[in-house]
């Protein structure tokens, strides 16, 4: 009996997941030369726009795997959400990290890197989303994992004029931040038990964030296992979830991430 309900459970979650994967559509857009795929949720039209969501799968993912992860369509059905397919490493890149020959799908680490290309994506695919759809401008947001947290760390200092704030998942800044000086909102999660980056190089993203969104010390409670840092005046606020798990994404993880991005709106300059 308890083996039946096991797999019973096991057969519900993945029809569940298999309903919210059918609500997405798969469209390309050309960027430059290159063919970029997009899952896309649509989300519903809204009097003053609908909210946009870019999420980033891992090194060696696709924007199918982002989607099976995050499901922020099901936690956020009114916003528009786009998993985004990354493409191969090039192999001239300079990356202690890929093997020679083994290089697989996954995004830029720095902003100069790969000549930009994925910059560049997120710029096209903003535009081309805007023009297709009412999308506002002061809603739009950025999320990824892994490889893709790192991207969304380039992001916070590549675009801060372009996103309303920021979820990197299980990633740390790649030395992004250094020579950054606009705050902005970010969520972040991180295990401690992460094998795929080290806890130390965590603890100086986070120490960098801090700095830039001047937070005060200590946080407050934001909820169960999240620490809300309050800005002093200037400055952003930093929500940090430093879980006792390893490199994944908390299946918490994104109503947490839904909560954070609906109570920050961009303020242009």
């Known amino acids: 009996m308890k083996k039946r309900t096991v797999l019973f459970t096991i057969l519900i979650i993945a029809l569940s997941t298999h309903a919210a994967m059918a609500d997405l559509i798969e469209k390309t857009y050309l960027v430059g030369n290159t063919t970029r795929h997009v899952l896309l949720h649509e989300g519903r039209p809204s009097a003053n726009g609908r909210p946009l969501v870019l999420v980033f799968h891992g090194y060696g993912g696709t924007h199918r795997s982002a989607a099976r992860a995050f499901q922020l369509e099901t936690v956020w059905p009114d916003a528009m959400v786009a998993y985004i397919q990354g493409l191969v490493i090039p192999s001239e890149r300079i ?41 506002d401008r002061r809603r ?75 937070s005060r010390e200590p ?28 490199h994944e994404v908390p299946e918490y993880a994104p109503k947490a991430i839904v909560r954070f991005f609906k109570s920050q709106l961009l303020v242009r300059p």
Not at 99 to 122: F, I, S, T, Y
């Open 140 to 214: 739009i947001y950025a999320t990824g994992f892994s490889n893709g947290g790192l991207f969304t760390w380039v992001l916070v200092g590549a675009r801060p004029d372009t996103f309303a704030a920021y979820a990197p998942v299980g990633a740390v800044d790649n030395g992004n931040l250094v020579d950054v000086t606009k705050p902005k909102p970010v969520i972040y999660h991180f295990g401690e038990k992460d094998k795929a980056f080290k806890l130390a190089w965590a603890n100086k993203s986070i120490r960098r964030i801090k700095a830039l969104n001047r």
């Open 219 to 246: 946080g407050v409670t934001w909820g169960p296992g999240y620490t809300l840092f309050e800005p002093e005046d200037g400055g952003a606020p930093f929500v940090l979830n430093l879980h006792p798990r390893g």
């Open 95 to 135: 990356d202690g990290r890929i093997a020679p020959g083994q290089e697989r799908p996954g995004w830029q680490r720095k902003v100069g890197q790969d000549g930009g290309r994925d910059l560049q994506m997120v710029d096209t695919l903003l535009e081309r989303l805007t023009d297709e759809y009412q999308v």
